[in-house]
Every structure is written in C-alpha cells, then in structure tokens.
C-alpha cells in the first residue's frame, strides 16, 4: 500500500488500515486538511516560513514579483504525498522559474514558458545543469581574460544607450561580454550571462528601487561609480555557491546524474494565450500546474519587460533560445506589449458577453469600471480576455484530475478593486474544475505602492488549488 499518510492525514482509514479507493474527492478532502493543520499550527506559514533567501538559487537574478519557493514547495509535497502519481508540472507564466526548482525535489518533470526572453534565461540557468566544478575552474580563466582585455570598444549599441550606461561602465561590460563570449560551453556561457544580467541591473543608470525603466537623476549618477567588474566577480562568488548548494540539496535526493536533473526540464519562450506547448502536441498531459500570472497588464501593474531591458541588450538571445531576437526589444515596451493584456483594443460586445458568462464577478467589476474609470476598461478587459484564453488552453492540457496551484493577488484600478482571485476562480470553475482549498498570504517587501494608487496591487495574494474534473 503506498503510504499516503503524513501527519495523520491519510486517504485510508485510520483504525484498521484497510485501504479506502482514493477517489479524487478523498484525495481533495486529504489536501484540504493537510494545508488546513499546517495554517492552524502557524499562521505565518505561508507568508514567511523560516527560510534561507538564498536557497533554490533564488538570488542569480532580482525577477520581478517572485514567488517564495519554500511556501510552493509546501504544497507541492501536499499534494504529491495526496497523489503520488504525479509525474509531471507545467508553469505557463515561469518568471524566474521558482515553482519549477520547487517541484525538481520531488523528481517531477518541469515544463515551463514565458513570454520574456530574460525569464527563459533565468529558468535555464536554475534547472541546471550543475556543472560547479568546472564553473569554479573556467571562472578563474574567465576573471583573468577579463583583467588582459585593454581594449576600449564598446560592444553593445541602441537608441538611448548613454542614458543608460556611464561610459566607464559600457567599457567594463564589454570586456565582460568579450569573455563570456568565449567559453565554448552554453550551459556555462548562460550561467555568466545571468550573473552579467545582475550586474548590469546594479551598475546601470536605471533606479533599483521601481521595476519600470526610470533614470537616476543627473547628479546621483554623476556621484555614482560603480565598477561592473568588482561587482560581477562578487555576485559570481554568491551564485557559484548558490548554485553548489542546490546541487547538493538535489544529490541528497538523488535527483542528478552527471551534474545534470535526471528528470525532464523543458522551457519555452511561448505566449501561453497562444499556445501550451506539450510532446507531440498531446492533450491531456500534465499532472499539475503551479503557476503566478500577472496581475494585470504588465504596463500599468509590473513591468517584467522594462526590468529586462537594459540586461537583454547585452546578452547573446540566440544563446537563450533560438526564437529570441531583436524584436523583443523593438522598444522597451514590446515585451511588456507582447504580454498578458498588453494589446488594448475594445472588445466586441460578444466577447464580452462570452467572458461575462464565464464569471458574475467579471461582469459586475465591468459595469462598475464602466462607470467610474471609462478609460480604463478596455485595458482591464484585454488582460481578462487573454488570462481566460491561457486557462482554456490548459484546460486541454491538464490531464482529468489534475491539480492546479495558482497565486494570484488583487489590484486597483481608478480606486476600484479588481477582484482577480474571484474571477479566476470563476472562470477556472466554468472551465471544468473545482476549487479545492485556498489558502491567503501577505505579500511582505513588494516593490510597490502599498497606497491606494490607481494601479496599486494589494498587499495580499491567495493560493487557490483547483482540481479538474475528471
Ligand atoms: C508573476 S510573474 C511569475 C513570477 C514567478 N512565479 C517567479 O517566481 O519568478 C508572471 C510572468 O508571466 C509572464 N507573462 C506575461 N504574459 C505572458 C504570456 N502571455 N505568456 C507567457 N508568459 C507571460 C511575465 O513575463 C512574468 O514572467
């Protein structure tokens, strides 16, 4: 009998141990109450759990709006540990990758997509492979070609370019770029490329303190004097036993073979309102989706695009993916144009009546929209109209029975709520799942407006976890 019983919560009846058939429903009750006893033995545990920032290789790259990958993981062995068949997980807004190394511990397959090129980057270098020793060996090299290179030139060229970078900085980041160029390896090479990234956004002129491309004012730039190569040598340092310790953690599990995950990982750069990329096409496929989508449209929410930017100008695309191009910095809103909501247009009257009759809710925050903040809607309603398509795309995709985990908090636009997590669960019911259980937590060091500004996000977010109806 497989032993589904971890704190006393089981699928099977607890006097005798005769096996109970573990319906779905049973395994629904078991997950519901196993989150229900870890929320009442303490509350905080899904806003702040003790845990090492630095662990899951979370610090190569400050993503916008990570999720805490202590707390997914939580209920990811919940859920495994409910239904061990689980083989597979699909993120189809991947960011920095966080639920996918969640999900890597329990040896699950990882299929990830995102629209942002940097995201792809993130999520490759996080997989693995672990090649640590011999990252430690070639770094030496790497420093020294660096430390050689006299030459001045400046490799990299775009519209606004001195805006950004002093010159003394685009020096150094060439020469950084002229060495990474040269290790022959591409997992090696996308390892540095993430580190350059990180670099770049602490060395550049654009503020830290706001996802949004903003400069620093004149003089705090003229004052600033930051040095790319002091500062990539010491993030290296940090990721280099980042990356060691989940190494060690994922041999513990004996989940690597020769450096490399023993299980699938396969990442797209892919607009999940097009298309969720499976095998062959499959449907019916995944196991379980873990997944944050935006909660709005990137522009006037979180500008995942703009913060990727500066770093993609000097990164080499084609070694993230070979449909990663110049095009996705057209401008330095085309990727937050490309995403979720980011292509406004009305909407007939019959997509909105389509959407309506997928969620009450939509249709009330509609009316009210209507009426308060006209020239708001038709933003609001492209961000629903594409988040209902990426949930109907993976309705064909989830397998019956599957589970899906999402974290998705609310927002406010002109003064009104956005009640996301209420639409979503409407939209996701009407679709053919069930919400299981919900869990909510404090989003604690958001980068954002906590006051009541027209786009500000709330300071709490829910866990919803649905099952599809099989
Ligand atoms: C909330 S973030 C995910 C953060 C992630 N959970 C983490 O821990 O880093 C949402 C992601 O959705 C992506 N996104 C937005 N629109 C998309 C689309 N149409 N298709 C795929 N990804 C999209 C954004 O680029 C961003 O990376």
């Not at 997509?351 to 609001?380: G, M």
């Amino acid at each position: 009998m497989n032993n589904l019983n971890s704190g006393g919560l089981s699928v099977y009846t607890k006097s005798t141990g005769d096996a109970l058939i573990p319906t779905p429903e049973r395994t629904d009750g078991v997950i519901k109450s196993h989150i229900e006893k870890l929320t009442s033995e303490n509350s905080s545990v899904w806003t702040s759990p003790e845990h090492n920032r630095r662990e899951y290789v979370h610090s190569f790259f400050q993503y916008p709006a990570m999720m805490v990958p202590l707390v997914q993981k939580k209920i990811i062995d919940i859920i495994k540990q409910a239904n061990p068949q689980i083989k597979n997980v699909i993120d189809p807004f991947m960011g920095s990758a966080t639920s996918l190394v969640a999900c890597m511990q329990n040896g699950l397959n990882c299929f990830g997509q995102d629209i942002n090129p940097l995201s792809l980057l993130i999520g490759e270098t996080r997989t693995g492979p672990y090649y640590v020793n011999a990252i430690k060996k070639k770094t030496i090299d790497l420093l020294n070609k660096i430390e050689e290179d006299t030459s001045n030139e400046v490799v990299i060229k775009f519209e606004g370019f001195s805006k950004w970078f002093k010159p003394n900085v685009a020096v150094e980041l060439s020469k950084i770029v002229r060495a990474i160029r040269q290790e022959p390896r591409l997992a090696i090479r996308r390892f540095y490329w993430v580190n350059l990234a990180e670099t770049i956004r602490l060395t550049s002129n654009d503020r830290t303190s706001t996802f949004k491309l903003h400069a620093r004012s004149k003089e705090e730039i003229e004052a600033r004097n930051p040095s790319p190569i002091k500062q990539f040598k010491v993030h290296l340092v940090k990721s280099c036993e980042d990356l060691e310790a989940y190494r060690d953690l994922l041999l513990e599990e004996d989940q690597l073979s020769k450096g490399a995950y023993k299980g699938t990982v396969n990442l797209s750069l892919q607009d999940s309102s097009e298309k969720i990329i499976t095998p062959e096409n499959k449907h019916n496929f995944f196991d379980l989706l873990v997944t944050s989508p935006p909660y709005g449209d990137n522009k006037t929410t979180v500008t995942y695009g703009q913060h990727s930017y500066l770093p993609l100008q000097w990164i080499d695309l084609a070694d993230i993916d070979k449909k990663a191009n110049q095009d996705f910095l057209k401008t330095t809103m085309e990727i937050d144009s490309r995403s979720l909501g980011g292509k406004v247009r009305r909407l007939s009257t019959e997509e909105i009546q389509f959407l309506s009759s997928k969620s009450v809710t939509f249709r009330s925050t509609y009316l009210k929209l209507l009426s308060t903040t006209p020239n708001r809607v038709n933003k609001v309603l492209a961000f629903f109209k594409d988040l209902f398509s990426v949930i109907d795309r993976l309705f064909d995709v989830m397998k019956p029975n599957s589970y899906q985990v999402w974290t998705i908090g609310n927002r406010n636009v002109g003064g009104i709520e956005i009640p996301n997590n209420q639409i979503l669960k409407e939209f996701i019911t009407s679709s053919g799942g069930i919400l299981v259980t919900q869990v909510e937590r404090e989003i604690l060091n958001k980068r954002m407006p906590k006051s009541n500004n027209n786009s500000a996000l709330m300071n709490f977010e829910d866990i919803l976890i649905f099952r599809k109806i099989g």
